[in-house]
């Protein structure tokens, strides 16, 4: 008896890890600018993090041919002629990881050359850990249930 409840009381723990919602500290809009430099046939840097309702300008560089950088889900684009930069900016308003990838052919490994935005926390990775941290120490005083019923009926039969 004591196990099922114990056992009931690890799941629930767990459900409510997994599926409550999450306190969202209130983070104040920043502009964040980042310089992504444009090369056959990758971005330098190739992710980029930032917060929900930030504005976010990309000067895209490019060092060697004309290169461009598309937002997928956001639908905006910039081109860089060689030894030139140019400048997108728009507010992160969607919260998610998206692709950024070169949206004009620079050579036979072009479609290849993308990146990854990410709008807000990942969420889903303390999470991920708070479920791991429940499982082990479920285990070690639900293990010891076990044991001690085992060890009771070798008593009883002794």
């Known amino acids: 008896m004591r196990f099922r409840i114990s056992l009931l009381l690890f799941v629930m723990a767990g459900l409510v890890v997994a599926f409550a919602p999450l306190p969202v500290p209130a983070i104040t809009p920043q502009e964040r600018t980042f310089e992504i430099n444009a090369h056959q046939f990758a971005y330098s840097p190739s992710e980029i ?50 692709r950024f990838r070169c949206n004009i052919t ?38 010891s249930f076990k044991v001690q019923g085992k060890t009771k009926e070798m008593l009883r039969r002794l």
């Open 106 to 143: 620079c050579g036979a490994m072009h479609p290849f050359m993308t990146g990854k935005l990410t709008v807000g926390t990942n969420n889903w990775l303390y999470r991920s850990i708070a479920l791991a941290s429940i499982a082990v120490i479920a285990f070690f005083p639900l293990s």
């Open 49 to 98: 993090k930032v917060n929900a309702g930030d504005t976010v300008t990309i000067r895209l560089v490019s060092t060697d041919v004309v290169h461009g950088l598309y937002v997928d889900d956001y639908d905006i684009s910039v081109e860089a002629d060689p030894g030139q930069s140019a400048t997108l900016t728009f507010i992160a308003d969607k919260p998610g990881s998206f």
